[in-house]
């Protein structure tokens, strides 16, 4: 059964530093997502994008935060310069489309990378 | 905005006994609704999910859900819960922006 992947599982930074968090979605799906959950809290939307563009962003998702689809496969969650609260379990998920109205919407989520910043 | 509660942090039951899990939630339009389970270093998978049609929905691992609009609610449930059934789980309501979830009920299991 197709599965949406990430690397690394975790991934340890400096402050400050410029992560690139990797995401491969299943491979016939056009939309693409990214949430973040702190330790302890909810789950939070990040941003979902569609045709190589953002479609939809929230508010945590500031200047710091970029993604990219590089390639045909792999859909990355780039953070320029961490901060402590930036440490958390990232997931990425991918849907066949968009909108939420039906099976095809349906956002399968990775196992996530948990990101720990010193 | 959309917003998703689930009024129980923790939740401590029986093996075998029934589950009842709670979320309410508030949206401006007819909600697609959905619970996620998450294991331990694991990551979300869908339970089942409400779009439209028949208000008691099956989904895996013998789970099935609710939806009541009086009520803004889509409980949870289970008649008979397994020790494998401990977990975090999710309500999330899904809009323009993506999934709204709330903040988790931890279920723990009881010999």
């Known amino acids: 059964e197709p599965e949406v992947t990430q690397t690394p599982s975790h991934q340890v930074t400096q402050m400050g530093q410029e992560v690139i968090l990797r995401c491969v979605p299943i491979?016939?799906?056009?939309?693409f997502y990214w949430y973040r959950q702190i330790l302890g809290q909810k789950v939070e939307f990040l941003v979902s994008?569609?045709?190589?563009?953002?479609?939809?962003k929230s508010e945590i998702f500031d200047d710091q935060f970029s993604v990219e689809r590089p390639d045909g496969s792999n859909f990355t969650l780039k953070i320029r310069s961490t901060k402590l609260e930036d440490s958390a379990m990232y997931f990425c998920?991918?849907?066949?489309?968009?909108?939420?109205?039906?099976?095809?919407?349906?956002?399968?989520f990775g196992p996530g990378t948990r990101l720990t910043v010193l | 905005a959309q917003s998703v509660t689930q009024p129980d942090i923790h939740i401590t039951v029986s093996e075998g006994a029934s589950l009842e899990l709670r979320c309410n939630y508030s949206y401006g339009a007819t909600p697609y609704l959905f619970w996620y389970v998450q294991s331990p270093g694991q990551g979300l998978q869908l339970l089942l999910k409400y779009f439209s049609g028949d208000t008691l929905v099956q989904g895996i691992k013998g789970f099935e859900a609710e939806f009541k609009r009086s009520q803004s609610s889509f409980n949870l449930r289970k008649p008979s819960v397994h020790w494998s059934d401990a977990a975090e789980y999710f309500c999330?309501?899904?809009?323009?922006?993506?999934?709204?979830f709330g903040k988790g009920t931890h279920l723990i299991i009881q010999p």
């Open positions: 491979s016939n799906h056009l939309y």
């Open positions: 994008f569609y045709n190589n563009e953002i479609s939809e």
């Open positions: 998920a991918s849907s066949e489309r968009g909108g939420v109205g039906g099976p095809r919407d349906e956002q399968f």
């Open positions: 999330a309501v899904g809009g323009a922006d993506g999934l709204t």
